[in-house]
């Protein structure tokens, strides 16, 4: 949570409004690891595409929650609708955090819908399910 908070901060640099990111995460979850860079892609398209004309303060909740089949991420912004890549559009980015999940992750161990992004009540959302893997 630390090294994305940081990473917002820097992000923030970039716009002209007030910033502030909301991160809540199990206590059960606390010294669980997850894959480097499978959120930060994510973060930088809040900035790039949510907030690069944003005129009011800009918002980022972060929350990380124990389900049932391990993890789920969920990433949300309060950034500009009409700013938003179309439903149409496939990122490259996206595509290579897919593909980092699938090379990282047994593929009996991952939800079918293990990563799911899109509009939810004018706001971007992106969750990602991750199963606990033990070392």
Known sequence: MEF??????????KIDVPFRIETT????????????????TFIENCFVH?????NTPALIKLKISSE????????SDNGEATD???????????????QRL?????????????LTYGMINNSYH?????????T
């Open 4 to 13: 994305i908070t940081q990473y917002c901060n820097i992000q923030a640099l």
């Open 68 to 75: 049932d089949f391990g993890l789920q991420i969920e990433i």
């Open 25 to 40: 995460c199990d206590d059960s979850l606390n010294n669980v690891s997850i894959p480097s860079l499978i959120t930060q």
């Open 84 to 98: 938003k890549i179309s439903d149409m559009h496939q990122s490259r980015s996206n595509q290579i955090v897919e």
């Open 126 to 134: 992106v969750i990602i399910k991750l199963p606990i893997l033990k």
């Open 102 to 114: 699938k090379n990282t992750y047994p593929k009996n161990r991952l939800q079918k819908d293990f």
């Open 50 to 54: 949510g907030f690069s004309n944003k």
